[in-house]
């Protein structure tokens, strides 16, 4: 299947989903919302895939909404679809990255502005390039955060800090984004690609059971108390224990060699 604003490739079991609107700085307009929701759907479903990445085409992550698209609607008299206020894409997008068995690395190659910031904020890990800024723009615009920004930033950067982002929408370059743990690490950006996906890789090597019982346990374990927390990680332990993947990972310690990890 092929996407009108998304390109979507497997390799080496990593599914590589990039934002393809480059002349847009890859806004999320057009059919770009639905190819992504779908694309992640897909990826979620094949067994062949073990990490997600997210980037973008040409010099830009996401510029988040399409303003332009706005401005030309606005003045033509238009207005948004009922059915997209009651229900917007971005909503089920943003708990398809959440509720998505693999982990989600973004490859944050440039701008990453509003709604481009938060999708890359929904991801469960994030590489920037040098030339990567972010901004949550909203506010320039007259505007109120969505894509999760409201939820998700205040968790990386700690509520003081993710006011000011917000109330101001001041841009930040990736060295500063590092520094508040915004971004995992940061490459060249002849380099970026490369640098994810050898962390996507040294995760695709690893036991996907595993993986994907301990990113259900980070996110769960944010929202209850120490005990459910613990109970949890038992229920998990105990389901990984069963594996065979745990067993091979046992033989390879005892064999000294690298684990050969089957999903099973």
Known sequence: ??????????RDRIATLTLNRPDRLNALGDTLRDDL?????????????????ITGAGRGFCSGG???????????????PLQEKIAP???????????CPKPIIAAVNGPAAGAGMNL?????MRIASTAARFSQAFVKRGLHPDWGGSYFLPRVVG??????????GEVIDAEEAYKLGIVNAIAAPEALMA????????????????????????????EVDLRAALEYETYAQNLCRETEDSKEGVRAFVEKRAPNFRGC
């Open 1 to 10: 299947m092929t996407y009108k604003c998304l390109l979507y490739e497997v």
């Open 37 to 53: 929701h779908d694309a992640l759907l897909r990826a979620s479903e094949d067994n062949e895939v073990r990490v997600l990445v």
């Open 66 to 80: 399409d303003v332009k698209s706005m401005s030309e609607r606005d003045r033509a008299g238009g207005a948004a």
């Open 89 to 99: 894409t971005r909503d089920r997008t943003v708990l398809a990255m959440r509720d």
């Open 120 to 124: 890359a904020l929904a991801c469960d």
């Open 159 to 168: 509520i003081a800090k993710a006011c000011e982002l917000i109330f101001t």
């Open 195 to 222: 640098k994810t996906h050898e962390l996507a890789g040294k995760i695709a090597a690893g036991p996907p059971i595993a993986i994907r019982l301990a990113k259900r346990a980070i996110y769960h374990n944010q």
